[in-house]
């Protein structure tokens, strides 16, 4: 049995998906930052356009992390030695989402200053409880993960076309 | 209360509009030259680092990390102990 072929697939897709809910959530809906806000604060209409050209390269970005990992997905159902596993698959995508907040919070928030949770306030209580997800994000996709492995040993059922 | 909504929007779409990065208006000129000012480039490789690293993440979880027999490296593996002749 190989479970590598499903777990890249589950961590670059919650990759992708913690990257959207990033994008979507703090740089969209409640504004609390741009990708490049620290250094374009978005305090005029020339600024929030220029800062939202950055968020649309983010998004794009996220957007090719996703698609990458349904083509990988895609790939690993066709597997016949790729345990078919949800705990597996779904832990995977909850270790991509922590994988997502550590990297991009250590590189963009604390090392290049691209940015911060809350612009305001700069580097706040609020870049570390972002890390802090990220790591509990980690610790529960690796628990569930590990849990995944009685799903190849139990003989956990395959989608039909693969029996 | 729909067409107070219709109104607002048609209000507000040719302001914005005339502000995109393409728009040849005097924000969309300000705009343009914001983004492809000298430190595009930086900007860009700042954006693409961490989904770099991604990529990199995944490529070790789906190949393995690479060991030196992996990469055909015959030094790593131990070689026979010659036993000393006395």
Sequence with gaps: MNRRPLIAAGTIMGIGMGGFVDGILFHQIFQIHNMLSAKI??????????????????????????????????????????????????????????????????????????????????????????????????????????????????????????? | MKVLLVFWVAMLAPFSASACPLCHTATGDKVRAAVLGPDFWFNVGVTVLPFAVFLGITALIYYGIPTRELRGDSSARTNPVKEETT
């Design chain 1, 41 to 163: 604060p978005p305090m005029s209409l020339v600024n929030v356009e220029t800062t939202m050209v950055w968020d649309g390269l983010f998004h794009v970005l996220t957007w090719v992390m996703t698609a990458i990992g349904i083509a990988m997905l895609w790939h690993a159902g066709k597997q016949q030695d790729v345990p078919w596993s949800g705990r597996t698959f779904f832990g995977a995508m909850v270790a991509g989402w922590g994988i997502f907040n550590v990297v991009e919070g250590v590189i963009d928030h604390h090392i290049l200053n691209l940015h911060h949770v809350v612009e305001r306030l700069g580097v706040s209580v609020y870049d570390y409880a972002f890390l802090g997800a990220g790591v509990l994000f980690l610790v529960l996709g690796w628990s569930m993960m590990n849990a995944g492995r009685q799903d190849e040993l139990s003989g956990y059922p395959a989608p039909a076309h693969r029996r």
